[in-house]
Each structure stands twice: as structure tokens, then as C-alpha cells.
């Protein structure tokens, strides 16, 4: 099988670990499987001559499951015809810009990446928004493609545009399993709601380490459960929210090799399925647990073994979960507003 992949911001920082890791795990696939991958890469115009670099190594990498590699400035060129869009590049905020000016710099590149993923994507095309505001970035893709059918008259449904939480899914998992010693691998059925920005609720409501209660096994950690609650509070919650600021402030630039690890694992498992595990992903809300119909929202979601994903219902939430989770949505709400009253929806 040959899927075609387009990458925007190609000459960046998360797109330099994605695009290696991409066509690495490609080229790992079963023997005798013959899965292969054409790349387009999107840029800005004035930076689309430093893509060939990033050609030239990929390329000197000899991936056997790397068929072709497209460079382009032309989000057509780009799209046409691809099975899955990783929207990396965004504008960055420059010194002075609020969150309107960020907004309106956004709406345009993602209204315009939307009208050619409608016109020419797949119609079962994936598209997984990580640059930032990556929530209202995927909404107005999602409204753009649908203004702009195909030449067939086919759609690439509003349900196909998703935004990355999956990295602050792994920064949770990860914080989870420091604390109580466990592998990432034991726990289970831990979500993140909302927003990709700091009001998301990382939850540990539902969360089971080797098929016991997150919450039972932290009391016993922490020496109770009132200390365990107090740990969820005052440190795993403001840790996740505010890891990728921490990353910044150590690294002296923003997380990219995790980011996009947490790309490929939001790809994969939407591709493949989750075999039943949770998995965090903003995806259009349909109105489940009173999150506004249209929004794109966190939510756990399991992924069928064909590749269908659908939000995990019927969790009981209690009050303090339904408060986290009212605040990161009004954020969304807002987002929307702002995105309305600058003519992109
Ligand atoms: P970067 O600044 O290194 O690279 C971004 C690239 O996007 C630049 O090369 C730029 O020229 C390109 N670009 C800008 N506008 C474009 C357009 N219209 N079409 C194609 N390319 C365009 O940034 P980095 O570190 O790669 O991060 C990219 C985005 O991902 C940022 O918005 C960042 O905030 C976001 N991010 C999101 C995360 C998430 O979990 N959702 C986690 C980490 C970062």
C-alpha cells in the first residue's frame, strides 16, 4: 500500500524529528509488507529553498518505504490527493500580538490549507492539527473544507479534522507513572479534555494502573487520599498545563521531538485503532457531555480496529470534574467567538 503524506511547516522544528520518524516507522513495517510513503512538504514561500535541505536528508537516509518527496509553497500542490495532513506550521505570536492578532494570522493560513484539503485531499483523508491555536486552527480548516467540495461533489467530513492532545495525554502518562513508580504501560483509560492551552484538564477520574484505581494506588503513594487529591491538584495538573512552558524555559525552545512523537502516535492510532486503550484527541464535538455541538474538543476517545474514532461515553463526571472541564470548553466558546467575528466561520 502507498499512502501519501503532507507535513506543513516542514523546514521546522517538529517537522525535523516527524519526518524522519515517519518514514523510519514506514520503512519498519513487516517483511513482506509493502507499505510505502510519499511526502509532500509544505512551506511558506520564503523558506520553501531551505526545504531541499531537509529533501537531501531524508532522501540520504535511504528509507526503503520512501517513494517520493514533493517541496512546494502551494497548499494545492501540497494536498491533492493525500491519505493524511499533519498541519504543523502555523504563525508563531511576535513580540506585541494578542490573542486576536494570533487568531486573525491563523484563521487565513488555515482557512486557506482548509479550502484545498476540501478541493483536493482524499475524502477519507486524516488531518491532525499541531500548530497552535491547534483546537480553533482545526475548526476553521474543518468549516473552510466543507465550503470547498471536491470536483466529484465528495466531502472531506468536518469529523475528519482533529487537533493534537496527545502530547499532553504522554505528559500526563508520564507524570503518572514517576509518581507511582509504575510503567506507562500499566495505566489505562487517563484523559485530557478541552483545549491544547493551559485551562485543559488532565484526568485521573477514570485512570487504572494495572487494572486498579489511579486515585487508590496514589493514596497509597501519597500516604492517603486526601494527599493523593492534593497531588492531583497542586502538582500533576499545573505540571501537565504548564510542561510545555517548563520545556521552553529549560530548553530555550519549544517541544518538538516530543511533539511530534505524539504526532506519530495520534496518527497510528487513528490509522490502526487502540485496541480498546484511550486515547486523548480533539475532535469535533457531536454535544457529548454538554461540550457545544461543532467545537473541537479533547475528549477519550477509543479507535476501532478500521480506523473509526469515537468519544468514550457515559463516564460519570463529578463536580469538580465537570468545573475543569466547563472552563477549558469556555475557552474553546471564545476562541470560536473571536474566529466569527474575524469572518472565518
Ligand atoms: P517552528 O517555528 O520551528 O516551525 C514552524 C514552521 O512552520 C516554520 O518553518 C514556518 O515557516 C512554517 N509555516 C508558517 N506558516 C506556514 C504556512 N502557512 N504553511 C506552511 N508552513 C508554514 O515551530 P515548531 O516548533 O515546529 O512548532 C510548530 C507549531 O506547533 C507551533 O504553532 C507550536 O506552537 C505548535 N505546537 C503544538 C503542540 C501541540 O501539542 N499541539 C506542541 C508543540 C508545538
Same mark, same amino acid.
Given at each position: 500500500?502507498?499512502?501519501?503524506?503532507?507535513?506543513?511547516?516542514?523546514?521546522?522544528?517538529?517537522?525535523?524529528?516527524? &519526518?524522519?520518524?515517519?518514514?523510519?516507522?514506514?520503512?519498519?513495517?513487516?517483511?513482506?509488507?509493502? @507499505?510505502?510513503?510519499?511526502?509532500?512538504?509544505?512551506?511558506?514561500?520564503?523558506?520553501?529553498?531551505?526545504?531541499?535541505?531537509?529533501?537531501?536528508?531524508?532522501?540520504?537516509?535511504?528509507?526503503?518505504? *520512501? #517513494?517520493?518527496?514533493?517541496?512546494?509553497?502551494?497548499? #494545492?500542490?501540497?494536498?491533492?490527493?493525500?491519505?493524511?495532513? &499533519?498541519?504543523?506550521?502555523?504563525?508563531? =505570536?511576535?513580540?506585541?500580538?494578542?490573542?486576536?492578532?494570533?487568531?486573525?494570522?491563523?484563521?487565513?493560513?488555515?482557512?486557506?490549507?482548509?479550502?484545498?484539503?476540501?478541493?483536493?485531499?482524499?475524502?477519507?483523508?486524516? !488531518?491532525? !492539527?499541531?500548530?497552535?491555536?491547534?483546537?480553533?486552527?482545526?475548526?476553521?480548516?474543518? /468549516?473552510?473544507?466543507?465550503?470547498?467540495?471536491?470536483?466529484?461533489? /465528495?466531502?472531506?467530513?468536518?469529523?475528519?479534522?482533529?487537533?493534537?492532545?496527545?502530547?499532553?495525554?504522554?505528559?500526563?502518562?508520564?507524570?503518572?507513572?514517576? =509518581?507511582?513508580?509504575?510503567?506507562?504501560?500499566?495505566?489505562?483509560?487517563?484523559?485530557?479534555?478541552?483545549?491544547?492551552?493551559?485551562?485543559?484538564?488532565? +484526568?485521573?477520574?477514570?485512570?487504572?494502573?494495572?487494572?486498579?484505581?489511579?486515585?487508590?494506588? *496514589?493514596?497509597?503513594?501519597?500516604?492517603?487520599? $486526601?494527599?493523593?487529591?492534593?497531588?492531583?491538584?497542586? $502538582?500533576?495538573?499545573?505540571?501537565?498545563?504548564?510542561?510545555?512552558?517548563?520545556?521552553?524555559? !529549560? =530548553?530555550?525552545?519549544?517541544?518538538?521531538?516530543?511533539?511530534?512523537?505524539?504526532?506519530?502516535?495520534?496518527?497510528? +492510532?487513528?490509522?490502526?485503532?487502540?485496541?480498546?486503550?484511550?486515547?486523548?484527541?480533539?475532535?469535533?464535538?457531536?454535544?457529548?457531555?454538554?461540550?457545544?455541538?461543532?467545537?473541537?474538543?479533547?475528549?477519550?476517545?477509543? !479507535? $476501532?480496529?478500521?480506523?473509526?474514532?469515537?468519544?468514550? #461515553?457515559? &463516564?460519570?463526571?463529578?463536580?469538580?470534574?465537570?468545573?475543569?472541564?466547563?472552563?477549558?470548553?469556555?475557552?474553546? @466558546?471564545? @476562541?470560536?467567538?473571536?474566529? @466569527?467575528?474575524?469572518?472565518?466561520?
Amino acid at each position: 500500500m502507498t499512502r501519501t503524506l503532507a507535513v506543513t511547516g516542514a523546514a521546522g522544528s517538529i517537522a525535523y524529528s516527524l &519526518l524522519f520518524r515517519l518514514a523510519a516507522e514506514a520503512s519498519r513495517s513487516a517483511p513482506g509488507d509493502s @507499505e510505502r510513503i510519499r511526502l509532500r512538504l509544505l512551506e511558506v514561500p520564503a523558506v520553501v529553498d531551505r526545504l531541499e535541505g531537509v529533501r537531501m536528508e531524508l532522501e540520504d537516509c535511504a528509507f526503503p518505504a *520512501l #517513494e517520493a518527496i514533493v517541496c512546494t509553497a502551494d497548499p #494545492e500542490e501540497a494536498f491533492a490527493g493525500v491519505d493524511a495532513a &499533519l498541519l504543523v506550521g502555523s504563525a508563531p =505570536r511576535r513580540p506585541g500580538m494578542d490573542r486576536a492578532d494570533l487568531l486573525e494570522a491563523n484563521g487565513a493560513i488555515f482557512a486557506e490549507q482548509g479550502r484545498a484539503l476540501g478541493t483536493g485531499a482524499h475524502p477519507d483523508a486524516r !488531518v491532525v !492539527v499541531v500548530g497552535n491555536p491547534a483546537n480553533t486552527n482545526a475548526l476553521i480548516a474543518a /468549516e473552510h473544507a466543507q465550503r470547498a467540495p471536491r470536483a466529484d461533489g /465528495e466531502v472531506l467530513s468536518a469529523d475528519r479534522f482533529t487537533a493534537l492532545t496527545r502530547l499532553d495525554h504522554n505528559r500526563a502518562l508520564a507524570q503518572l507513572a514517576a =509518581r507511582t513508580g509504575a510503567p506507562v504501560k500499566s495505566i489505562e483509560r487517563l484523559a485530557i479534555w478541552g483545549n491544547h492551552s493551559n485551562t485543559q484538564f488532565p +484526568d485521573l477520574g477514570s485512570a487504572a494502573i494495572a487494572g486498579e484505581p489511579a486515585m487508590q494506588v *496514589l493514596a497509597r503513594v501519597c500516604g492517603g487520599p $486526601d494527599a493523593a487529591e492534593a497531588w492531583v491538584a497542586g $502538582d500533576f495538573i499545573p505540571t501537565v498545563t504548564g510542561r510545555g512552558g517548563a520545556v521552553i524555559e !529549560v =530548553r530555550g525552545a519549544s517541544s518538538a521531538a516530543s511533539a511530534a512523537s505524539a504526532t506519530l502516535d495520534h496518527l497510528r +492510532d487513528w490509522t490502526h485503532g487502540t485496541r480498546g486503550r484511550w486515547a486523548s484527541m480533539a475532535v469535533r464535538s457531536h454535544g457529548e457531555y454538554g461540550v457545544p455541538a461543532g467545537l473541537i474538543s479533547s475528549f477519550p476517545c477509543v !479507535v $476501532d480496529a478500521d480506523g473509526s474514532a469515537r468519544v468514550v #461515553e457515559g &463516564l460519570e463526571l463529578t463536580a469538580e470534574q465537570r468545573s475543569r472541564i466547563d472552563a477549558s470548553v469556555a475557552e474553546l @466558546e471564545e @476562541e470560536r467567538a473571536a474566529a @466569527e467575528r474575524l469572518g472565518f466561520l
